[in-house]
């Protein structure tokens, strides 16, 4: 299994070590010690290394931070997390506080009358830092930059990952490493630059094609690269994470390093120097000032052509979701066989990872598995554990969030299931998410928008019946890299606008707490709109994903005639590209799945 059930969170042991990062704290001579999610790389998924926030408070969600004070110890959680953060804290000693409603600064200044705030400058960026000081700064507080203090208390702290390194194809890049380096290059010279720092594993394995082992679910290399004008790279990554097929692939222009060699080598570039202050850890903007490097702010210049997929990496993306729809499908019609209460979210998972393992070409899946019965269905990030581990019961909602890494793309579905008769409010409730995504996928708007001004069309259907969910309508995905992939999304805070290439989730939900909970999840990709009206420019989606939804939960006369006519339309396509695919019983069930309604 790629997924295990043992339970990584440890309510019980937070208050020691809390206790324990009191005591290195007051050494340290800070008042506060802000400890996030992050680690270095500042992607967001981290190493079992880098866990420090997991380790202190229990809390296993992959967003967040805690801020520790003498008397007071908030856990900041977006509200994906808010009903998963009381079960795995304790909350007589960690309080949830409601992140971004709440920002961190704020809640420092009221709860710290003075004194110095501490942080690791390696795991914060230069703009988070920046917006800490515009609040603390008025309210006499000092922002100081230290060692990591919980690494100090951490006796039994993991190692450094180093899994081996493997080379992506060109045939499945679509360009060549030198292409890309080259053209990267190129703008650097336009805009007067002589190197750029790159510090997001995904942005390194798409400059170089090549993918790695070192996070949990997502292939990728952590390491930090320097990227020169003339497109020349240093990689510097622990070298044993280089096999000679590798070192061979990257050739002659691509020079690894070993990771004590960044910092000096920081030192010593020539300016001026790109750094991208919203995803490069501060750490790296303060060498090359001390060392007198002229710095510019700017973007990572790998992540608008990372996200904007080239012909090869979207045929490569549509053949995996059309391999990966068929062991879904597969997976679904072996779930309508079995009884009520037979089941347990454990054998859900493990036989959906089953069948996904069953197509021979799965290289991992993409994160783990989102199973909820029931009411553990409104925890939106639910992972099930032997503890938590609940029967599947009749007459009630099963949501089912998973996906799977194969070498030609990633994936990421979302289905909500009847499990006998659930009621007539859950089917009124889902119709209305189905309502949102139907609006997603049925959408034309012109170029230049981004994906906040999308967000609301997902979710008008809920907010006329006094209803929402409290996370975005969409995140990008890589091509074989991070099933969460910036800086493209589909949500009310992205002002990126969204470009052709890019590929995004559509996953509108509802969450009754205690109750159940409802996502639907299609991958589309943006592209170029046929022509109408007076011609303007203009943007549509083309869906990836191929798997029914459930039509015993739709409420038929909720829908206008346009939205049946696409879920008609939506559900002929996988009958036609997803039957042929998997075993006649499999495609019997199918087709009664895929009936008109």
């Not at 880098?50 to 296993?60: N, P, V």
């Not at 960690?94 to 961190?104: D, G, L, N, R, T």
């Not at 609040?135 to 208390?153: E, F, K, Q, S, W």
């Not at 347990?344 to 070409?361: K, P």
């Amino acid at each position: 299994m790629f997924q295990s059930f043992d339970s990584p969170a440890t309510p019980e042991q937070g208050p020691p070590r809390l206790a324990a990062l009191r005591q290195v704290m007051q050494r340290a001579g800070v008042d506060a010690f802000i400890v996030p999610r992050a680690d270095a790389h500042q992607g967001e998924y981290v190493a079992a290394r880098d866990e420090r926030l997991q380790w202190l408070t229990g809390f296993t969600g992959s967003a967040g931070f805690a801020v520790v004070l003498p008397d007071a110890a908030g856990v900041f959680i977006d509200g994906r997390y808010r009903v998963q953060v009381k079960a795995q804290v304790d909350l007589s000693h960690f309080s949830p506080v409601p992140w971004p409603e709440v920002k961190a600064g704020a809640w420092i200044a009221e709860h710290l009358a003075a004194g110095v705030v501490g942080f690791d400058p390696w795991l914060h960026t230069a703009d988070e830092i920046a917006a800490l000081r515009a609040v603390l700064d008025p309210a006499g507080l000092t922002l100081r930059g230290l060692g990591n203090l919980v690494d100090a208390i951490w006796p039994d702290q993991p190692p450094p990952p180093c899994g081996r390194a493997f080379v992506h194809p060109d045939h499945l890049a679509g360009k060549s490493s030198a292409d890309k380096r080259a053209r990267l290059a190129e703008g650097l010279r336009k805009a007067g630059q002589r190197a750029a720092v790159i510090t997001l594993p995904d942005s390194i394995c798409w400059l170089l094609n090549i993918r790695g082992a070192d996070v949990p679910k997502n292939p990728v290399l952590q390491g930090f690269a320097i990227l020169h004008d003339d497109g020349r790279v240093a990689l510097y990554t622990d070298p044993a994470k280089l096999p000679a097929e590798v070192l061979a692939h990257l050739g002659p222009d691509v020079a690894p390093c070993p990771p004590e060699a960044f910092v000096p080598a920081l030192r010593g570039l020539a300016g001026p120097v790109r750094v991208d202050r919203a995803t490069a850890p501060l750490a790296v903007s303060e060498v090359l000032a001390e060392a007198g490097v002229a710095l510019v702010w700017g973007d990572d210049p790998c992540r608008l052509p990372k996200a904007r997929k080239n012909a090869a990496e979207i045929e490569g993306m549509r053949e995996a979701h059309l391999r990966d729809g068929a062991a879904v499908v597969t997976f679904l019609a072996w779930l309508d066989r079995q009884k009520p209460g037979s089941l347990t979210e454990i054998d859900v998972v493990t036989a959906l990872e089953g069948f996904r393992r069953a197509t021979n070409a799965l290289h991992d899946i993409s994160f783990d598995t989102i199973c909820g019965a029931g009411p553990n269905g409104a925890i939106m990030h639910y992972r099930v554990t032997r503890e938590t581990n609940r029967a599947v019961r009749d007459n009630e909602l099963l949501l089912v969030d998973s996906g799977g890494q194969y070498h030609d793309g990633t994936t990421d579905i979302t289905r909500t299931m009847a499990v006998g008769d659930p009621g007539d409010e859950p089917r009124i409730c889902y119709t209305r998410v189905l309502q949102g995504m139907i609006a997603i996928s049925r959408a034309r708007f012109p170029k230049g928008l981004a994906g906040r001004d999308l967000d609301p069309l997902a979710r008008f259907a809920l907010w006329v019946a006094g209803q929402d969910f409290d996370h975005g309508t969409g995140h990008g995905v890589g091509a074989f890299l991070s099933v969460h992939e910036g800086p493209q999304r589909i949500s009310r805070l992205s002002e990126v606008p969204l470009e052709p290439g890019m590929i995004l989730s559509n996953e509108p939900g509802y969450y009754r707490e205690g109750a159940f909970g409802i996502r639907l999840e299609n991958l589309i990709v943006v592209q170029e709109a046929p022509a109408l009206g007076d011609g303007r420019a203009q943007y549509s989606f083309e869906t990836l994903t191929f798997v029914p939804l459930d039509r015993r939960l739709v409420v038929t006369s909720m829908l206008s005639p346009d939205e049946r006519a696409w879920l008609d339309s939506y559900h002929a396509e996988v009958l036609t590209k997803i039957g042929p695919r998997v075993a006649p019983e499999v495609r019997d069930w199918l087709t009664a799945s895929c009936a008109p309604l």
